[in-house]
C-alpha cells in the first residue's frame, strides 16, 4: 500500500500520498494540502522543499555526490567534454558518435551573434560590469530570434537551446573586451567550444592567441564543473520565469541575474578577495578568529546543500594545481594561503561542527586568475557554463504536464483591513 502522511490541523487530520524518487528523500505530496486544511505550509528558502519533478540532475549532499543524468561530476569531468555533457543533459543520454557530431555542427553553426547585436555593447559605459552587460545582452536575444520566442514548439525549444549554448561564450568574450577597451574577436568554427572561447577572450589584432591544450582542457572542465546543479537559486529563477510561458531568452537572463549574487556564483570573486586580503599564510589564525566572531564569512565554504567536500571543488583543487604549474605559478602565494586555511577550517571544531567544507568556489577563483581572467570575469564564465543546465531544466519544465505558473504563497504579518485616512486628517 502507498505510504502517506498525516497532518493535524484543526482537529483535522489529513492523508498526503509520500512519493518515491529513484534515489533522494522521499517527497511529501501537498498539492491538496490547502484545500483540504485552508492553510498553508511555510519554508522560506525551500529548505525543505521540492519544487518541481526533475530527471537530470542529483546531489546527495551529506554523501557530497552529484550526477548528471546518473554520471559522477568527477568521471564526467576527467572523461568527457563539455559540449558532450551538454548533449547529456539536454537529451537524457551520452551521444553516439554521429549525434554528437550532430551536435557540434548544431553548436558550432551558431556561434556568431547578429551584426546589429554588436551595437547594445557600446550603448554601456566603458567600466560596466561585465555581469550587467550580460544580464541586458542575454534578454535581448528574443528581440533576435522571434522564432525561438515560440515556448509551444519543441523543434523551436531545441534550436534557441542550441542557439544560447553557441551564442554565450561569445556575448561573454565580447563583454570581456568591451570592459578591457580591445577589439571583438569573431568566433572560429574549426575549433572546439572552450579554446573558441580563450581566443575570442584572449586574442588581439597584434597577436593572436596561443592554444595551450592544458589551458584549453582547464577551462572545459570548469564548464563541465558548472553545467547543472539541480534546483539552486538562478535554475529556480529560470524555471519560476519560465512557469508563466515567458521566452526562453529572457528566462536565461532572469537566471543570469539571479547568478551574479554573492551567496550564488559571486562567491568565488569574494573568495578571491579574501585570499587576497589574507594575502599571507600567519594571517590565517587572525582572519579565521573573525569568522568565528560573525564578523564575516569564509568565503568559498560552506553550502545550502553539501555538508560534505563539494565533489566539485576536488576536480577544482586538481585542475588548479595542473593551471599554475602550466603558467609556471607553482609558488603562488594565494594557493599556499588556500591550501592552508582549508586544512585548518576543516581541523577546527567550528567548522565541522556546521559541516563547512569547500565548495566549487574556493578554488575557481585562483585558477580562473592564472587562466588570465580578471574577477569580473568569474561570475560570466559561470553564467556561460550553467546555460545548459537553465535551458535543460527551463526545456524539462515547459514539457512536465503536472506544470504550472509558480506562485508561492505567503504567512501575511502585516496591517489587516482598515479605513483609508484623508491626509489633512493624519495626525
Ligand atoms: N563561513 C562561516 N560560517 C558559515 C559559512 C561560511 N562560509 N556558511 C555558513 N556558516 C555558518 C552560519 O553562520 C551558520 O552558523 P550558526 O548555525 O552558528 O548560525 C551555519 O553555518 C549555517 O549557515 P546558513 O547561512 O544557515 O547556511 P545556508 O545553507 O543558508 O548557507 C551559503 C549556504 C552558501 C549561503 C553559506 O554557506 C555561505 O554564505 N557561504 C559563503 C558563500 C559561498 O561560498 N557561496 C558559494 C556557494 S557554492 C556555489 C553555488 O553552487 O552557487
Not at 484545500?35 to 519544487?51: I, K, M, Q, V
Not at 537551446?161 to 578591457?180: E, G, Q
Not at 569580473?376 to 535551458?391: P, Q
Request: hydrophobic share 40%; with cysteine; glycine share 6%.
Amino acid at each position: 500500500m502507498a505510504e502517506t502522511a498525516k497532518i493535524t490541523i484543526g482537529g483535522k487530520t489529513i492523508d498526503l500520498p509520500v512519493l518515491k524518487g529513484t534515489t533522494g528523500p522521499d517527497v511529501v505530496d501537498i498539492r491538496k494540502f490547502y484545500a483540504e486544511s485552508d492553510a498553508f505550509t511555510y519554508d522560506p528558502g525551500f529548505t525543505s522543499t521540492a519544487s518541481c519533478e526533475s530527471k537530470i540532475t542529483f546531489i546527495d549532499g551529506d554523501a557530497g555526490i552529484l550526477l548528471h543524468r546518473g554520471y559522477p561530476i568527477g568521471e564526467l569531468a576527467e572523461q568527457s567534454s563539455f559540449l558532450e555533457v551538454c548533449y547529456l543533459l539536454l537529451h537524457g543520454e551520452l551521444p553516439t558518435a554521429s549525434a554528437f557530431t550532430d551536435f557540434e555542427h548544431n553548436i558550432t553553426y551558431h556561434t556568431m551573434l547578429h551584426e546589429q547585436f554588436d551595437r547594445f555593447f557600446q550603448g554601456f559605459r566603458r567600466d560596466a560590469h561585465p555581469m550587467a552587460i550580460m544580464t541586458g545582452a542575454v534578454g535581448a536575444l528574443s528581440a533576435f530570434y522571434h522564432d525561438s520566442t515560440n515556448v509551444d514548439d519543441p523543434e523551436q525549444r531545441m534550436i534557441s537551446a542550441h542557439r544560447m549554448i553557441a551564442k554565450m561564450p561569445t556575448i561573454a568574450a565580447r563583454a570581456f573586451k568591451y570592459f578591457r577597451g580591445q577589439p571583438f574577436v569573431h568566433p572560429r568554427n574549426d575549433l572546439s567550444y572552450a579554446e573558441n572561447f580563450l581566443r575570442m577572450c584572449f586574442s588581439v589584432p597584434a597577436e593572436d592567441w596561443k592554444p595551450n591544450p592544458v589551458l584549453t582542457r582547464a577551462m572545459d572542465r570548469i564548464f563541465i564543473l558548472h553545467a547543472d546543479h539541480e534546483q539552486n537559486a538562478s535554475t529556480s529563477t529560470v524555471r519560476s520565469a519560465g512557469s508563466s510561458g515567458a521566452n526562453p531568452f529572457a528566462c536565461i537572463a532572469a537566471g543570469i541575474a539571479c547568478l551574479w549574487g554573492p551567496a550564488h556564483s559571486g562567491a568565488n570573486e569574494e573568495a578571491l578577495n579574501m585570499l587576497m586580503e589574507i594575502g599571507t599564510v600567519d594571517r590565517i589564525p587572525e582572519y579565521v578568529q573573525g569568522v568565528k566572531d560573525r564578523r564575516y564569512r569564509l568565503m568559498g565554504f560552506g553550502h545550502r546543500v553539501y555538508k560534505n567536500y563539494d565533489p566539485r571543488a576536488t576536480v577544482m583543487q586538481k585542475t588548479c594545481h595542473e593551471v599554475l604549474a602550466e603558467v609556471g605559478d607553482s609558488d603562488d602565494p594565494l594557493l599556499k594561503v588556500a591550501l592552508e586555511l582549508e586544512r585548518i577550517a576543516l581541523s577546527d571544531e567550528y567548522f565541522i561542527e556546521r559541516k563547512l567544507y569547500p565548495n566549487v568556489d574556493f578554488y575557481s577563483g585562483i585558477t580562473l586568475r592564472a587562466l588570465g581572467f580578471p574577477p569580473e570575469m568569474f561570475t560570466v564564465l559561470f553564467a556561460v557554463a550553467r546555460t545548459v543546465g537553465w535551458i535543460a531544466q527551463w526545456k524539462e519544465m515547459i514539457e512536465d504536464p503536472a506544470q504550472k505558473i509558480s506562485r508561492p504563497r505567503q504567512l501575511y504579518t502585516g496591517a489587516t483591513h482598515r479605513p483609508y485616512v484623508a491626509v489633512e486628517k493624519r495626525g
